[in-house]
């Protein structure tokens, strides 16, 4: 569906701690899923990415977990770091054959020094 | 590797001017193109896909006639926004793939509209 609102959700943690972001997703036929990081004015970058077949993935610091039955995402980041300070965005392939990507609405994280 | 560039980076233009955006795959050639919008503390959302030498495919509420999209070459496409007004001021985002789930996203292009 579309995103609406002005206002990003906001998690603000201290430097060192663990951080994790939530994402609902709103199709159950999705196959594959993508967390994003977007820095101010940047376009997304890529974090990690889970296949339907899986339910647990972790990269560098980064874990993503899928819980079909809810169809929830989440993105667990180890030890954050100002650097991690962004915006999160998962991101679901719709699985059309068509490759496109329907975003999430984001969650902005703030991490303090 | 999977570097995609867009051009310019920001631009300003006159309410009714037309504006062209670039999209490139630098050391890749992309089956396919996306262009997303993005407006401020907003998601991104995906406008249109595009195929190398077929016509694009529009999202629903996206008006074909003022957004113009040309995927010349596997490695280039274009957004031009015609006629532009300052509702369409926004941050316009290419990303492009290779046969895979995969998109490699641009760095974006701020468009203001005066």
């Known amino acids: 569906g579309e995103s609406v609102g002005l206002h990003l959700p906001t998690l603000s943690v201290q430097e060192g701690d663990n951080s994790i972001i939530n994402c609902a997703y709103s199709n159950s036929a999705s196959d594959y899923f993508i967390w994003y990081k977007q820095e101010s004015g940047k376009g997304p970058q890529f974090i990690i990415d889970i296949r339907s077949n899986m339910d647990k993935r972790q990269g560098q610091r980064v874990t993503v977990l899928l819980n079909k039955t809810v169809k929830h995402l989440s993105l667990q980041i180890a030890a954050t770091q100002p650097g991690d300070s962004a915006v999160y965005f998962c991101?679901?392939?719709?699985?059309?054959?068509?490759?496109?990507?329907?975003f999430g609405t984001g969650t902005r994280l703030l991490v303090s020094p | 590797g999977a570097v995609v560039s867009q051009h310019p980076s920001w631009v300003i233009c006159k309410s009714g001017t037309s504006v062209k955006i670039e999209c490139r795959s630098l050391d890749f050639q992309a089956t396919t193109m996306f262009w997303y919008r993005q407006f401020p503390k907003q998601s991104l959302m995906l406008m249109a896909t595009s195929n190398e030498g077929s016509k694009a495919t529009y999202e629903q509420g996206v008006e074909k006639d003022k957004f113009l999209i040309n995927h010349a070459s596997l490695t280039l496409s274009t957004l031009t926004v015609t006629s532009a007004h300052p509702e369409d001021s926004s941050f316009y985002i290419c990303s492009a793939s290779v046969l895979s789930d995969e998109q490699y996203f641009g760095p974006g292009t701020r468009l203001t509209v005066t």
């Open positions: 991101a679901e392939n719709d699985n059309t054959g068509f490759q496109k990507l329907v």
